[in-house]
């Protein structure tokens, strides 16, 4: 019999969703949208992937504010599609079996709310 203990707080979902996410305190006009997608999420948090250079600017312990689109046909979003919320970075790791991306682990500091897209 496997004795299997889960020590994270909130359940996960599977999700490969859109994403873009840009880190905040940076200089005024050094800041840029990036692009990537979820791999799960949850109430807490989300984990992401992404590719190298933008990756490489990120640090943990990093604020970034995040939009996650939903797909529109598969939910009747007839407003919008845009998740958002704030997070902070809590790992970083390159993925082996992608060369030049990374694996980003994000907390969230904000509850993710709908907003106009």
Known sequence: MINWFEKRRHHRLTAAL???Y???GLEAGKSD???GYTENISMGGLY???SDPPAKNLNVNDIVDINIKIPRHNYDLSWTNTLQTRGKIVRIEPLPDRPSSYGVAL???EDLR???S
């Open 18 to 20: 859109q994403l873009s």
């Open 114 to 116: 709908f907003v106009s």
């Open 22 to 24: 840009e880190p905040l």
């Open 33 to 35: 949208r990036y692009k």
């Open 107 to 109: 907390k969230f500091l």
């Open 48 to 50: 992401f992937t992404c």
